[in-house]
C-alpha cells in the first residue's frame, strides 16, 4: 500500500509578515515532504494562516479596515511568498474561510456532545499576544510581563466555557508512554511530561471580549478561544476537498517551542474528547529551536526581521533561494535555537556550496570524453561509491527522523569524498599516463553527482535541477511507490553525454560580499545608540503657518523597483491614502532593497512640486530621511497609525 505523509506548519498570525523565522518553520516543512516524494510516499503539506482574535480585531481597528480585510491581504502575503522560496504547499488553510469554521464548530460539537465543556466565569491575566491565560508564576516580575512578548499582561474577568482537561492528564501520560516519539526531540518530551505530571486545569475555551472569532454553537455571544479555533484547522483542512481525508491523522506537525504544549498537550487532550482513538492521533509534535540574529529572536516586535526573499535576491538571482535553504537547515541545528548569520552564509555560499560541491562537478567537465564509458572499478572507486552509499543511508536516516542538520552533514561528507577521491585518482596525471582510466574516473564522479543531485533536491530543488542538467540526466520527478533515494549508487549507461554549463554558485566579488555583509548585519540592539553626527547649521525661523502649508502624511510602501541605470534611485508606489497610489523616486537603493521596503510606513511631503528624472519618471512628493556617511535611513513611523494620517 502506499505510504502517507502529511506534515503542517503552525498556522502564522497575520499581525506579522513572513520573515525568515517564519521561513524557517516553512522551509523545514517543504524539505520533509520533498524527501518522503523522493521516497515514493504520497504526501499532503498544509499551511495557512491564523486570522481571529482581539490582537487582529485590535491591529483592524487601528489601520481603519474590518478584520476580514486586513486577514484577506496580510494572508495573501504568506500565501504569495512560500512559493518563491520554493515551498510547495497543497493546501493553504485560513481560519476566517468558511470550510475551517464549519470544521472548527463540528469539532466544539463533538467535545460538547462528549459531556467536556461546561459554562463558568474567568478570571486571569491575559496576554492578547499569546492570546493565552497565565499565572503570576508563569510572568516575569516585577510587573507582571509576558515571557514571549515581555509587555504586561491585562486583568480579565469574563463568562467562559471551559474545557475538562484536568480529565485527560492519566489517558495522555499513557499514550505518550505508548509513543515515545510523540513528542521531540527528546529534551522537549520531558518538558511535556513534566508538565502533565504537575497536574491539568480545566481550560477556558471561549471569548465574549471580542467578536472576531468563530461563533460557539448554539451561543453566538461567545466565540471560540482562538487556540481550539486554530489547532482544528490540521483537521479542518482535511474535510473539503473530501479526497484529503485520506490523509488523516498528521504524520509531523512542526511548531516552534514557543507553542508546543498547545500541539503536544491540548491538541490531542481535544482530539481525544472528540471520539479519536489513540492511533487516530497525530504521529508526531517536532518542536524547533527560534532563529536568533544578533543573539535575540527574530521578530516582528524586535524590529529585528529579514525578508528571505530579499536575503535570496541579493546572493543571487538563480541559486539565492536555494542557498537561504540550505543555510537556515545546516546551519540551525533541529531542535535548537540558532544564530542567523550573514557572515555563516557567505562563508557558507563559498564553501559547502561553490568550492565543495560547485567545484565537484566542474573538475568532471576538462576531462570528460564525448559520451561515458562503462566505469572499470578499482579500489579507489569502490571506496568513494561505498561512502556515498553510507551518505545516502545516513542522510535518509537522519530525514526520516525529521533532521535536516544531520542529512546534509552526512551528504557533504560524501561530496567531501569524492573532492578526495578526484585529488587521488588525478585525472590530469592519468590523461597523460594512462588515457584508459580518464572514463572510468568521469563515469565515476558521474555516478556519485547523480546521486548527490537526489540527495541535495529536498532542500536545494533548483541546485539540483542544474546539476541534473549539467550531467545529462532527466529533471527528477517524485513518483508514487518509487523510492529514488540513492542507497545503491547506480551505474551510467554507457553513451550518456554530460552538458557542460555555467557555474552553478559563481564567486560572489569582494565588493558584492562586502555589500552584502553591510546590508544584513544585525541591527544594532535598542541600547546601543549611533554616535551623533555633526549638527547642521541653524535656518532661519519660520512661522507655523508656512509650516503648515506642508501636506505631510503617513503613507505605506506598495510597490518598489530598482531605476535601469540609476543605481542610486528606487521608483516607488506610495499609498497615502488618495484613491491612487503616488509616484515617488528616492535615492534610497544603496541603503534599502525594493522588497524589503514594501509593506513599510514611511513620511511623504506629498505637495512638494513634482521632479522629473528624465525618461518619463516622475517623482510626486518626497520621503523624509536622514543621511549620514553610511547611507540613507527613513523616518519610521511608530505604530500602526491609518495611511493618509496627517503628520503635524
Ligand atoms: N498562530 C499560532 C500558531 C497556531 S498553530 C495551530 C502562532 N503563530 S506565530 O505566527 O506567532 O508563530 C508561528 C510559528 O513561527 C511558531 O512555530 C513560531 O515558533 C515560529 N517562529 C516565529 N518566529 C520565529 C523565529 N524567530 N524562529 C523560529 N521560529 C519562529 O504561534
Same mark, same amino acid.
Not at 528624472?613 to 523616518?635: Q, R, Y
Given at each position: 500500500?502506499?505510504?502517507?505523509?502529511?506534515?503542517?506548519?503552525?498556522?502564522?498570525?497575520?499581525?506579522?509578515?513572513?520573515?525568515?523565522?517564519?521561513?524557517?518553520?516553512?522551509?523545514?516543512?517543504?524539505?520533509?515532504?520533498?524527501?518522503?516524494?523522493?521516497?515514493?510516499?504520497?504526501?499532503?503539506?498544509?499551511?495557512?494562516?491564523?486570522?481571529?482574535?482581539?490582537?487582529?480585531?485590535?491591529?483592524? /481597528?487601528?489601520?481603519?479596515?474590518?478584520?476580514?480585510?486586513?486577514?484577506?491581504?496580510?494572508?495573501?502575503?504568506?500565501?504569495?511568498?512560500?512559493?518563491?522560496?520554493? $515551498?510547495?504547499?497543497?493546501?493553504?488553510?485560513?481560519?476566517?474561510?468558511?470550510?475551517?469554521?464549519?470544521?472548527?464548530?463540528?469539532?466544539?460539537?463533538?467535545?460538547?456532545?462528549?459531556?467536556?465543556?461546561?459554562?463558568?466565569?474567568?478570571? !486571569?491575566?491575559? $496576554?492578547?499576544?499569546?492570546?493565552?491565560?497565565?499565572?503570576?508564576?508563569?510572568?516575569?516580575?516585577?510587573?507582571?510581563?509576558?515571557?514571549?512578548?515581555?509587555?504586561?499582561?491585562?486583568?480579565?474577568?469574563?463568562?467562559?466555557?471551559?474545557?475538562?482537561?484536568?480529565?485527560?492528564?492519566?489517558?495522555?501520560?499513557?499514550?505518550?508512554?505508548?509513543?515515545?516519539?510523540?513528542?521531540?526531540?527528546?529534551?522537549?518530551?520531558? /518538558?511535556?511530561?513534566?508538565?502533565?505530571?504537575?497536574?491539568?486545569?480545566?481550560? @477556558?475555551?471561549?471569548?465574549?471580549?471580542?467578536?472576531? !472569532?468563530?461563533?460557539?454553537?448554539?451561543?453566538?455571544?461567545?466565540?471560540?478561544?482562538?487556540?481550539?479555533?486554530?489547532?482544528?484547522?490540521?483537521?479542518?483542512?482535511?474535510?473539503?476537498?473530501?479526497?484529503?481525508?485520506?490523509?488523516?491523522?498528521?504524520?509531523?506537525?512542526?511548531? *516552534?517551542?514557543?507553542?508546543?504544549?498547545?500541539?503536544?498537550?491540548?491538541?490531542?487532550?481535544?482530539?481525544?474528547?472528540?471520539?479519536?482513538?489513540?492511533?487516530?492521533?497525530p504521529g508526531q509534535v517536532l518542536a524547533h529551536g527560534f532563529l536568533t540574529y544578533g543573539?535575540?529572536?527574530?521578530?516582528? @516586535?524586535?524590529?529585528?526581521?529579514?525578508?528571505?526573499?530579499?536575503?535570496?535576491?541579493?546572493?543571487?538571482?538563480?541559486?539565492?533561494?536555494?542557498?537561504?535553504?540550505?543555510?537556515?537547515?545546516?546551519?540551525?541545528?533541529? *531542535?535548537?535555537?540558532?544564530?542567523?548569520?550573514?557572515?555563516?552564509?557567505?562563508?557558507?555560499?563559498?564553501?559547502?556550496?561553490?568550492?565543495?560541491?560547485?567545484?565537484?562537478?566542474?573538475?568532471?567537465?576538462?576531462?570528460?570524453?564525448?559520451?561515458?564509458?562503462?566505469?572499470?572499478?578499482?579500489?579507489?572507486?569502490?571506496?568513494?561509491?561505498?561512502?556515498?552509499?553510507?551518505?545516502?543511508?545516513?542522510?535518509?536516516?537522519?530525514?526520516?527522523?525529521?533532521?535536516?542538520?544531520?542529512?546534509?552533514?552526512?551528504?557533504?561528507?560524501?561530496? @567531501?569524498?569524492?573532492?578526495?577521491?578526484?585529488?587521488?585518482?588525478?585525472?590530469?596525471?592519468?590523461?597523460?599516463?594512462?588515457?584508459?582510466?580518464?572514463?572510468?574516473?568521469?563515469?565515476?564522479?558521474?555516478?556519485?553527482?547523480?546521486?548527490?543531485?537526489?540527495?541535495?533536491?529536498?532542500?536545494?530543488?533548483?541546485?539540483?535541477?542544474?546539476?541534473? /542538467?549539467?550531467?545529462?540526466?532527466?529533471?527528477?520527478?517524485?513518483?508514487?511507490?518509487?523510492?529514488?533515494?540513492?542507497?545503491?549508487? !547506480? $551505474?551510467?549507461?554507457?553513451?550518456?553525454?554530460?552538458?557542460?554549463?555555467?557555474?552553478?554558485?559563481?564567486?560572489?566579488?569582494?565588493?558584492?560580499?562586502?555589500?552584502?555583509?553591510?546590508?544584513?548585519?544585525?541591527?544594532?540592539?535598542?541600547?546601543?545608540?549611533?554616535?551623533?553626527?555633526?549638527?547642521?547649521?541653524?535656518?532661519?525661523?519660520?512661522?507655523?503657518?508656512?509650516?503648515?502649508?506642508?501636506?505631510?502624511r503617513v503613507g505605506v510602501v506598495v510597490a518598489a523597483e530598482k531605476v535601469k541605470k540609476?543605481?542610486?534611485?528606487?521608483?516607488?508606489?506610495?499609498?497615502?491614502?488618495?484613491?491612487?497610489?503616488?509616484?515617488?523616486?528616492? *535615492?534610497?537603493?544603496? @541603503?534599502?532593497?525594493?522588497e524589503a521596503i514594501v509593506g513599510r510606513r514611511v513620511v511623504v511631503l506629498c505637495n512638494?512640486?513634482?521632479?522629473?528624472?528624465?525618461?518619463?519618471?516622475?517623482? /510626486?512628493?518626497?520621503?523624509?530621511?536622514?543621511?549620514?556617511?553610511?547611507?540613507?535611513?527613513?523616518?519610521?513611523?511608530?505604530?500602526?497609525?491609518?495611511?493618509?494620517?496627517?503628520?503635524?
Open positions: 500500500m502506499t505510504k502517507r505523509f502529511y506534515v503542517t506548519t503552525p498556522i502564522y498570525y497575520i499581525n506579522d509578515v513572513p520573515h525568515l523565522g517564519s521561513a524557517y518553520t516553512t522551509i523545514a516543512a517543504d524539505v520533509m515532504t520533498r524527501y518522503r516524494q523522493l521516497r515514493g510516499y504520497d504526501t499532503l503539506f498544509v499551511t495557512g494562516t491564523d486570522e481571529h482574535g482581539l490582537k487582529i480585531q485590535r491591529a483592524a /481597528e487601528a489601520r481603519g479596515l474590518s478584520p476580514q480585510a486586513l486577514a484577506d491581504e496580510v494572508s495573501a502575503t504568506f500565501r504569495e511568498t512560500w512559493p518563491q522560496l520554493s $515551498c510547495e504547499a497543497d493546501d493553504f488553510i485560513r481560519t476566517s474561510s468558511a470550510r475551517h469554521q464549519r470544521g472548527a464548530q463540528e469539532i466544539w460539537k463533538r467535545i460538547a456532545a462528549a459531556g467536556d465543556i461546561y459554562l463558568g466565569h474567568y478570571e !486571569g491575566l491575559y $496576554c492578547v499576544g499569546c492570546e493565552a491565560y497565565f499565572t503570576e508564576k508563569e510572568l516575569k516580575q516585577p510587573g507582571n510581563l509576558c515571557p514571549i512578548h515581555n509587555v504586561a499582561v491585562e486583568a480579565v474577568k469574563e463568562e467562559s466555557y471551559f474545557f475538562r482537561l484536568s480529565k485527560y492528564g492519566d489517558r495522555l501520560l499513557a499514550f505518550y508512554d505508548a509513543h515515545p516519539h510523540f513528542v521531540q526531540p527528546e529534551g522537549r518530551r520531558n /518538558e511535556v511530561l513534566s508538565f502533565v505530571k504537575g497536574g491539568l486545569q480545566d481550560l @477556558s475555551v471561549s471569548r465574549t471580549t471580542f467578536r472576531w !472569532g468563530v461563533p460557539v454553537p448554539g451561543n453566538d455571544q461567545h466565540v471560540m478561544w482562538v487556540w481550539i479555533d486554530a489547532l482544528s484547522n490540521y483537521w479542518t483542512a482535511l474535510q473539503e476537498p473530501a479526497d484529503h481525508g485520506k490523509y488523516w491523522p498528521a504524520s509531523v506537525h512542526i511548531v *516552534g517551542k514557543d507553542i508546543l504544549r498547545f500541539h503536544a498537550v491540548y491538541w490531542p487532550a481535544f482530539l481525544m474528547s472528540a471520539g479519536f482513538t489513540d492511533d487516530q492521533l543573539g535575540q529572536k527574530m521578530s516582528k @516586535s524586535l524590529r529585528n526581521t529579514v525578508s528571505p526573499m530579499a536575503l535570496a535576491q541579493a546572493v543571487s538571482p538563480q541559486v539565492g533561494v536555494d542557498t537561504v535553504r540550505y543555510c537556515l537547515m545546516r546551519s540551525i541545528s533541529f *531542535g535548537y535555537d540558532g544564530d542567523f548569520s550573514i557572515e555563516d552564509v557567505l562563508n557558507r555560499y563559498a564553501t559547502d556550496l561553490g568550492n565543495t560541491l560547485g567545484n565537484l562537478l566542474n573538475r568532471v567537465h576538462p576531462f570528460a570524453p564525448p559520451a561515458l564509458e562503462a566505469a572499470d572499478y578499482g579500489p579507489l572507486e569502490q571506496e568513494l561509491r561505498s561512502a556515498m552509499e553510507k551518505a545516502a543511508k545516513s542522510a535518509a536516516e537522519a530525514f526520516d527522523a525529521c533532521s535536516p542538520t544531520r542529512a546534509l552533514e552526512a551528504i557533504w561528507a560524501g561530496l @567531501s569524498a569524492a573532492n578526495v577521491y578526484v585529488d587521488k585518482a588525478a585525472p590530469w596525471t592519468a590523461r597523460k599516463q594512462d588515457p584508459g582510466r580518464v572514463g572510468t574516473i568521469v563515469t565515476t564522479l558521474a555516478e556519485v553527482l547523480e546521486a548527490a543531485s537526489v540527495m541535495v533536491a529536498p532542500v536545494m530543488p533548483a541546485v539540483a535541477a542544474g546539476m541534473r /542538467e549539467q550531467l545529462g540526466l532527466e529533471p527528477l520527478t517524485a513518483e508514487l511507490d518509487r523510492d529514488q533515494w540513492p542507497l545503491t549508487i !547506480g $551505474c551510467r549507461p554507457p553513451g550518456t553525454g554530460l552538458k557542460p554549463g555555467e557555474p552553478l554558485f559563481p564567486r560572489l566579488d569582494k565588493a558584492r560580499a562586502a555589500a552584502l555583509l553591510n546590508e544584513f548585519s544585525p541591527p544594532a540592539k535598542a541600547t546601543e545608540e549611533p554616535a551623533a553626527a555633526d549638527p547642521p547649521p541653524n535656518k532661519p525661523t519660520v512661522a507655523f503657518d508656512d509650516f503648515a502649508k506642508l501636506d505631510l540609476k543605481d542610486r534611485l528606487l521608483a516607488l508606489q506610495v499609498d497615502v491614502g488618495d484613491a491612487e497610489p503616488r509616484h515617488l523616486v528616492a *535615492g534610497i537603493a544603496g @541603503s534599502y532593497q525594493p512638494l512640486e513634482p521632479r522629473k528624472f528624465g525618461k518619463g519618471l516622475v517623482s /510626486e512628493g518626497m520621503l523624509l530621511a536622514v543621511t549620514t556617511a553610511d547611507g540613507v535611513t527613513l523616518l519610521a513611523v511608530d505604530g500602526e497609525p491609518p495611511v493618509g494620517s496627517a503628520v503635524s
